[in-house]
């Protein structure tokens, strides 16, 4: 089994999940040596990253950089559960490659950065329990990739539902105990793609049935 000096010498390596190198029972994963951008900093050809559960507490605010300036391949980044505490920094939207966006369970303690929207392959955001707030910004609603929203747990998280494009692929959107309030908008019509959606404990008002005759996939 190769330990985290290994796996920094990895240069080909396209997948990255630790977690299939320890079992359940043992003690959560602490990334302490080599720190986070000395294993990545090699790994150039990385396409998938998948940290979920690993303490990266240690790390502060560099995670961002470290990602954007070694691993511009990078498509898939999962880091749930990673006791991360600082804003996302604006560096991240360096990698133009990435898709599938996973800090669920973050103490980021901050606004949603508007630069998400910059990121034109998103397909999946979940930002659920993070401790967000403010308003959420509308263009991230706007990206024409957008398959997956999950904001649910962030219960400062502000602001209205925007007015849904007509051409959204959004298939599953989560805002459950967030504080979403105003009127359902009749554009949600407009997300015909929509197989799961979660309001429960939201401040919303109108008719939740005729905005939503035309969601077939429901």
């Known amino acids: 089994m190769c330990?985290?000096?290994?796996?920094?010498?990895?240069r080909k390596l396209s997948i990255l999940d630790p977690s299939l190198l320890y079992f359940p029972g043992t003690d959560t994963l602490k990334l302490q040596n080599p720190n986070f951008k000395t294993l990545i900093g090699n790994l150039t050809e990385l396409g998938q990253l998948?940290?979920?559960g690993v303490d990266l507490s240690s790390e502060g605010n560099e995670w961002?950089?470290?990602?954007?300036?070694?691993?511009?391949?990078?498509?898939?980044?999962?880091?749930?559960?990673?006791?991360?505490?600082?804003?996302?920094?604006?560096?991240?939207?360096?990698l133009h490659h990435l898709s599938f966006i996973q800090l669920n369970g973050?103490?980021?303690?901050?606004?949603?950065?508007?630069?998400?929207?910059?990121?034109?392959?998103?397909?999946?955001?979940?930002?659920?329990?993070?401790?967000?707030?403010?308003?959420?910004?509308s263009k991230i609603f706007q990206v024409q990739t957008l398959q997956i929203l999950d904001l649910s747990g962030n219960q400062l998280l502000q602001g209205p539902l925007p007015k849904f494009p007509?051409?959204?692929?959004?298939?599953?959107?989560?805002?459950?105990?967030?504080?979403?309030?105003?009127?359902?908008?009749?554009?949600?019509?407009n997300l015909r793609k929509l197989s799961r959606l979660e309001l429960s404990n939201c401040r919303l008002s109108g008719s939740i049935l005729s905005s939503m005759e035309n969601l077939s996939e429901l």
């Open 3 to 10: 330990d985290e000096d290994e796996l920094a010498r990895l």
């Open 50 to 52: 998948h940290l979920d």
């Open 64 to 94: 961002c950089n470290a990602l954007s300036s070694s691993v511009q391949k990078l498509q898939v980044l999962s880091m749930s559960n990673c006791f991360l505490s600082s804003p996302v920094d604006s560096s991240l939207v360096n």
């Open 106 to 137: 973050s103490n980021l303690s901050t606004t949603v950065p508007e630069f998400l929207a910059r990121f034109t392959n998103l397909t999946t955001l979940r930002l659920s329990y993070c401790g967000l707030y403010g308003e959420f910004p």
């Open 166 to 189: 007509e051409d959204s692929s959004v298939e599953t959107l989560v805002l459950s105990y967030k504080s979403t309030s105003g009127r359902l908008p009749d554009s949600i019509g």
